[in-house]
C-alpha cells in the first residue's frame, strides 16, 4: 500500500520515532542517556578547568549542546557537549579578555558553523581518504587512554582493584544479560562498594562543585563595538573549523558504525545552533564528543535522537537533584567505562599483520601520520588535514608516474604519432615535454589525446611548450582525441600561457 493510500492516523503512527512503538528501543536509548550524562560530568568539569572557567560553565554546554543537537543535529544518537578541542581554542580569549569575550567568541562560532554549513563545507569530507579516518579512529581510542592515565597516577591502591573489576563486569556482564547497559551496572556497584566500605579514591566531587541550579540566558557582558569582533573573530572561527571538523568526522564514524546515512550539511547547521543556544545560556560551547558518543552508539547501542536529548537532560537532573549522590561516584568506574570505549574504538584489524603485509605503503604511511600527529598535537582536527594533504601528495605522486608517451613513425616517414596515455595534470605534465624527439622528427607531428585527460592549465602550458619548440624547427603539431572537457580547456587557455612554461 502506498503512504498515499494510509489514513491521517496510519501516516502519523507511522512517522513516530522508534522509541515511541519499541519498549525495547525506549529502554536501550533511556538507559544509554543515563550512562553517558555520568561520563559527561567529571569530562565536562576537566574541560571548564582547561578553559580556565568555572566548572558549572563546562557543565551548562554539555547540556545546552546535547538538549539543541538533539533536535537541530543531523546525525541520530551522536552526543555533542563540551570538549577538549574547544576549550584550548578558546583558553587564551578567556585569559586575555576575560569571560564575557569568551561567551561572545562561542555565539560568533555558531555563526559560522551555519554560514559554512549552508555553502556546503560538508561536502569537503569526501576528501578524506579511508587511511586518514583509520588513523582517526585509532589516534582518538589512544587519546581517550591517555587521557585516563591521570586518574591512575599517584592515587590509593584501592583504585586499581576497582578499574580492573569494573572492566571485568562490562566484560562478562552482558554474557549474563544486556537488558541494562554494562557500563551502568558497572558505576552502580562499584559506587555502591566505595560509599558501603567507606573506601577513600578520588570520586566526581573532588573535580569540583556541581551546579544546583539550571542556566539562566543572556547576553554576554562585552562592549557591542568592531573592537571586540576583531578581538573573538580569529577564535569563533578557529573554534567553528574544529568543532565542525571534530562534528562532522565523528558523524562519519557514527555511520560506518550504524550502517545508516545522515545530513552532513544539516549536522554543521546544528552544531552551530547548538554553540548559539550555549553561548546565550551561559555555556562554553562544544562539538560532538566521539568518547560518549561511541559509549552511546557502539557501547550501549542507542540509535535514536532520545538517547542525545536524555543525556542532556539527565546532566542537569544528576547534577541538581542528585548532586551529593553523583559526587560520591568513584572515578575508578568511570576511567573502567573510558578505557572499555578506548579498546573498543581502535580499529585493531588495520594493525594486524596480515592487513599490513597486504596494505600499500603510502596508506600505513597516512595512518601511522595522522595518529602521530593527533597524539602529539592533542588535536583531531590537525591529524585530519595533515594526514589528508599527505594522502593527496603521495596519490598524486604515484598517478604521475601513469603518463606515458610512445611514438609511431609513420612508414614513408613524413609523419610520428605520439600516443598519450594516463592523466594530465601539474605533477604529471612537467615531464611530459622532455618526451619528445625535436630534432629528429619529420616535419609533422600528431600527439593523440584519445587516452588522457588535461585536468590543469600546467598540462595546456605543456602542450604548448611542445608546439612551440616544434615551431621553431619548422615543424608544425597536430593534437587529435581530445575528449570534451579537455578540449574546451585546452581552446580556453591555449596560447595565453605564455611565459609560464
Same mark, same amino acid.
Given at each position: 500500500?502506498?503512504?498515499?493510500?494510509?489514513?491521517?492516523?496510519?501516516?502519523?503512527?507511522? *512517522?513516530?520515532? !522508534?522509541?515511541?512503538?519499541?519498549?525495547?528501543?525506549?529502554?536501550?536509548?533511556?538507559?544509554?542517556? =543515563?550512562?553517558?550524562?555520568?561520563?559527561?560530568?567529571?569530562?565536562?568539569?576537566?574541560?571548564?578547568?582547561?578553559?580556565?572557567?568555572?566548572?558549572?560553565?563546562?557543565?551548562?554546554?554539555?547540556?545546552? %549542546?546535547?538538549?539543541?543537537?538533539?533536535?537541530?543535529?543531523?546525525?541520530?544518537?551522536?552526543?555533542?557537549?563540551?570538549?577538549?578541542?574547544?576549550?584550548?581554542?578558546?583558553?587564551?580569549?578567556?585569559?586575555?579578555?576575560?569571560?564575557?569575550?569568551?561567551?561572545?567568541?562561542?555565539?560568533?562560532?555558531?555563526? =559560522?558553523?551555519? =554560514?559554512?554549513?549552508?555553502?556546503?563545507?560538508?561536502?569537503?569530507?569526501?576528501?578524506?581518504?579511508?587511511?586518514? &579516518?583509520?588513523?582517526?579512529?585509532?589516534?582518538?581510542?589512544?587519546?581517550?587512554?591517555?587521557?585516563?592515565?591521570?586518574?591512575?597516577?599517584?592515587?590509593?591502591?584501592?583504585?586499581?582493584?576497582?578499574?580492573?573489576?569494573?572492566?571485568?563486569? %562490562?566484560?562478562?556482564?552482558?554474557?549474563?544479560?544486556?537488558?541494562?547497559?554494562?557500563?551502568?551496572?558497572?558505576?552502580?556497584?562499584?559506587?555502591?562498594?566505595?560509599?558501603?566500605?567507606?573506601?577513600?579514591?578520588?570520586?566526581?566531587?573532588?573535580?569540583?562543585?556541581?551546579?544546583?541550579?539550571?542556566?539562566?540566558?543572556?547576553?554576554?557582558?562585552?562592549?557591542?563595538?568592531?573592537?571586540?569582533?576583531?578581538?573573538?573573530?580569529?577564535?569563533?572561527?578557529?573554534?567553528?573549523?574544529?568543532?565542525? &571538523?571534530?562534528?562532522?568526522?565523528?558523524?562519519?564514524?557514527?555511520?560506518?558504525?550504524?550502517?545508516?546515512?545522515?545530513?552532513?550539511?544539516?549536522?554543521?547547521?546544528?552544531?552551530?545552533?547548538?554553540?548559539?543556544?550555549?553561548?546565550?545560556? /551561559?555555556?562554553?560551547?562544544? @562539538?560532538?564528543?566521539? /568518547?560518549?558518543?561511541?559509549?552511546?552508539?557502539?557501547?550501549? /547501542?542507542?540509535?535514536?535522537?532520545?538517547?542525545?536529548?536524555?543525556?542532556?537532560?539527565?546532566?542537569?537532573?544528576? @547534577?541538581?537533584?542528585?548532586?551529593?549522590?553523583?559526587?560520591?561516584?568513584?572515578?575508578?568506574?568511570?576511567?573502567?567505562?573510558?578505557?572499555?570505549?578506548?579498546?573498543?574504538?581502535?580499529?585493531?584489524?588495520?594493525?594486524?599483520?596480515?592487513?599490513?603485509?597486504?596494505?600499500?605503503?603510502?596508506?600505513?604511511?597516512? &595512518?601511522?601520520?595522522?595518529?602521530?600527529?593527533?597524539?602529539?598535537?592533542?588535536?583531531?582536527?590537525?591529524?585530519?588535514?595533515?594526514?589528508?594533504?599527505?594522502?593527496?601528495?603521495?596519490?598524486?605522486?604515484?598517478?604521475?608516474? *601513469?603518463?606515458?608517451?610512445?611514438?609511431?613513425?609513420?612508414? !614513408?616517414? !613524413?609523419?610520428?604519432?605520439?600516443?598519450?596515455?594516463?592523466?594530465?595534470?601539474?605533477?604529471?605534465?612537467?615531464?611530459?615535454?622532455?618526451?619528445?624527439?625535436?630534432?629528429? !622528427?619529420?616535419?609533422?607531428?600528431?600527439?593523440?589525446?584519445?587516452?588522457?585527460?588535461?585536468?590543469?592549465?600546467?598540462?595546456?602550458?605543456?602542450?604548448?611548450?611542445?608546439?612551440?619548440?616544434?615551431?621553431?624547427?619548422?615543424?608544425?603539431?597536430?593534437?587529435?582525441?581530445?575528449?570534451?572537457?579537455?578540449?574546451?580547456?585546452?581552446?580556453?587557455?591555449?596560447?595565453? *600561457?605564455?611565459?609560464?612554461?
Amino acid at each position: 500500500m502506498s503512504t498515499s493510500a494510509l489514513s491521517p492516523a496510519a501516516r502519523l503512527r507511522d *512517522l513516530r520515532p !522508534d522509541w515511541l512503538s519499541d519498549p525495547k528501543v525506549w529502554r536501550t536509548e533511556v538507559l544509554a542517556g =543515563l550512562v553517558v550524562a555520568l561520563a559527561l560530568i567529571p569530562e565536562a568539569i576537566s574541560f571548564s578547568i582547561i578553559a580556565g572557567v568555572d566548572p558549572t560553565i563546562g557543565l551548562f554546554a554539555s547540556f545546552t %549542546m546535547a538538549v539543541t543537537i538533539s533536535i537541530v543535529g543531523g546525525r541520530r544518537a551522536m552526543i555533542s557537549a563540551a570538549t577538549g578541542a574547544v576549550a584550548l581554542v578558546i583558553a587564551p580569549l578567556n585569559r586575555e579578555h576575560g569571560f564575557g569575550y569568551l561567551l561572545a567568541a562561542v555565539i560568533l562560532a555558531g555563526v =559560522l558553523q551555519i =554560514l559554512l554549513g549552508a555553502l556546503g563545507v560538508a561536502k569537503l569530507m569526501r576528501f578524506v581518504p579511508r587511511s586518514v &579516518m583509520v588513523g582517526f579512529v585509532n589516534a582518538l581510542a589512544i587519546l581517550i587512554f591517555m587521557a585516563q592515565v591521570p586518574e591512575m597516577h599517584d592515587v590509593p591502591w584501592p583504585v586499581y582493584p576497582l578499574i580492573i573489576g569494573g572492566l571485568a563486569l %562490562m566484560v562478562f556482564f552482558p554474557k549474563v544479560t544486556k537488558v541494562i547497559p554494562a557500563p551502568l551496572v558497572s558505576i552502580v556497584i562499584l559506587t555502591v562498594i566505595t560509599v558501603a566500605a567507606g573506601i577513600a579514591v578520588p570520586t566526581v566531587g573532588d573535580k569540583g562543585d556541581l551546579p544546583s541550579s539550571l542556566p539562566v540566558p543572556g547576553l554576554p557582558d562585552v562592549p557591542f563595538t568592531l573592537d571586540t569582533l576583531t578581538t573573538i573573530a580569529p577564535y569563533a572561527l578557529a573554534m567553528a573549523l574544529v568543532g565542525l &571538523m571534530e562534528s562532522l568526522m565523528t558523524a562519519k564514524l557514527v555511520d560506518d558504525i550504524t550502517d545508516t546515512h545522515s545530513s552532513k550539511t544539516r549536522e554543521s547547521i546544528g552544531q552551530g545552533v547548538a554553540n548559539i543556544v550555549t553561548g546565550f545560556f /551561559g555555556g562554553m560551547g562544544g @562539538c560532538a564528543m566521539i /568518547g560518549q558518543t561511541m559509549i552511546n552508539v557502539r557501547v550501549s /547501542g542507542a540509535r535514536t535522537r532520545l538517547s542525545t536529548f536524555l543525556a542532556g537532560a539527565f546532566l542537569m537532573v544528576l @547534577c541538581i537533584v542528585f548532586g551529593p549522590v553523583v559526587s560520591d561516584i568513584p572515578m575508578a568506574a568511570l576511567v573502567a567505562v573510558m578505557v572499555m570505549v578506548s579498546f573498543a574504538t581502535f580499529d585493531w584489524h588495520s594493525v594486524a599483520p596480515k592487513t599490513l603485509r597486504r596494505m600499500p605503503a603510502g596508506e600505513i604511511t597516512v &595512518m601511522v601520520l595522522t595518529v602521530a600527529v593527533v597524539v602529539a598535537t592533542h588535536n583531531l582536527a590537525i591529524g585530519v588535514v595533515v594526514g589528508t594533504i599527505t594522502a593527496m601528495v603521495i596519490f598524486a605522486k604515484r598517478v604521475a608516474h *601513469l603518463a606515458n608517451v610512445t611514438a609511431v613513425l609513420d612508414p !614513408d616517414g !613524413d609523419s610520428v604519432v605520439y600516443s598519450v596515455t594516463g592523466e594530465l595534470f601539474f605533477a604529471s605534465s612537467s615531464d611530459l615535454v622532455g618526451q619528445f624527439d625535436y630534432a629528429t !622528427d619529420p616535419d609533422k607531428v600528431v600527439i593523440d589525446l584519445t587516452a588522457t585527460h588535461i585536468w590543469d592549465a600546467s598540462s595546456v602550458a605543456a602542450l604548448d611548450a611542445i608546439e612551440t619548440k616544434y615551431a621553431q624547427r619548422g615543424k608544425t603539431v597536430e593534437i587529435i582525441g581530445l575528449n570534451k572537457p579537455s578540449a574546451q580547456i585546452h581552446e580556453k587557455l591555449s596560447g595565453e *600561457l605564455a611565459g609560464n612554461h
